[in-house]
């Protein structure tokens, strides 16, 4: 692995050490972003315990396909794209297992969201009205700080798609977390 | 009593997703994670591996069916086509059998069962 001078190793010299099969410069790859995957792919699927599962079959989709990857290239930009495919599969087979209906409205009595957890609660319930990709685009821009064109490389949309995304999934969460308070 | 609805603004909605999507912060979850997805990788380049080797095991058995098929194909053909000259050959060399001869003895046989009929009678 070749060392720059402060003696760390670039990320391209990971890269290309990772690519000559070094079990170790993977190791380190992972170790750098994890964490970062882990946030893409948590923006797609519903739980944590599938956002596990995607980030472990996007690093070995990672694995196999790091022949073909230029390390030229911006390696978190690649890894984030297969990142997010492989959570859209996982969702996709979730979705054909779990064929299930979701109610149009979402019955939780009311407590006043800045004292309670209720607007949290609510908010899960409502994110799965939303669908896959306007839920992905609103947690990387809100979380993550993706801005629209590093969505759109991340979810190969356009930016502009991006952009509608993230107006609708805005107004359909606003919509779904109303609140009608009664006050005398 | 009046009714007064009530809707997140921007930020409140941001503020909610950033506390729903927080990542684990204990440094021995990403341990463990980092862990767990390296076994899932060395799992899944071992099987690649032995795929790969069945596959190279696999590619000389499948070549020598393929060689057996078209040899197997090659004699049936072979065969039927020697059969086929063979029944022409037997055909052209044995020839006809002679209308007159067949004719002659039909006659014969005809005029000798007439005799026996005048001499019974």
């Known amino acids: ?184 | 009593m009046t009714d007064h609805r009530w809707t997140p603004s921007d930020s409140e909605l941001s503020d909610a997703l950033r506390k729903h999507y927080t990542a684990p912060s204990d440094p021995g979850y990403w341990s463990a994670l980092e862990a767990r997805i390296l076994a899932h990788v060395a799992r899944g380049a071992h099987v690649e591996r032995w795929w790969s080797a069945l596959v190279e095991m696999a590619r000389p058995a499948l070549a020598a069916a393929v060689i057996l098929v078209l040899v197997a194909g090659a004699a049936v053909v072979h065969t039927r086509q020697l059969d086929a000259r063979n029944a022409y050959a037997s055909v052209i060399s044995a020839g006809p059998p002679s209308v007159t001869t067949a004719a002659r003895a039909s006659s014969v046989a005809d005029g000798d069962a007439t005799l026996d009929y005048m001499l019974s009678h």
């Open chain 1, 1 to 184: 692995m070749r060392a720059p001078i402060d003696g760390a190793p670039t990320e391209r010299a990971i890269v290309i050490a990772a690519q000559h099969g070094s079990d170790e410069a993977f190791s380190a790859l992972v170790r750098l972003h994890q964490r970062r995957a882990y946030s893409v792919v948590r923006a797609i699927v519903l739980s944590h315990e599938d956002a596990e599962d995607a980030v472990q079959e996007g690093f070995l989709h990672a694995h196999r396909a790091l022949d073909r990857f230029r390390p030229d290239q911006p390696f978190g930009a690649w890894l984030y794209r297969i990142m997010a495919n492989a959570a859209l599969d996982l969702v996709r087979r979730r979705k054909v297992r779990d064929a299930d209906e979701l109610p149009d409205n979402i019955a939780i009595p009311f407590r006043d969201p800045a004292e309670s957890g209720e607007l949290r609660e609510r908010l899960t319930e409502a994110l799965r009205h939303l669908t896959d990709r306007q839920r992905a685009v609103i947690v990387l821009h809100d979380v993550e700080g993706f801005t629209h064109g590093e969505i759109g490389r991340t979810l190969g949309i356009p930016e502009g798609t991006a952009r509608s995304d993230l107006h609708h999934a805005r107004a359909t969460l606003r919509r779904l977390l109303q609140i009608i308070r009664s006050t005398p």
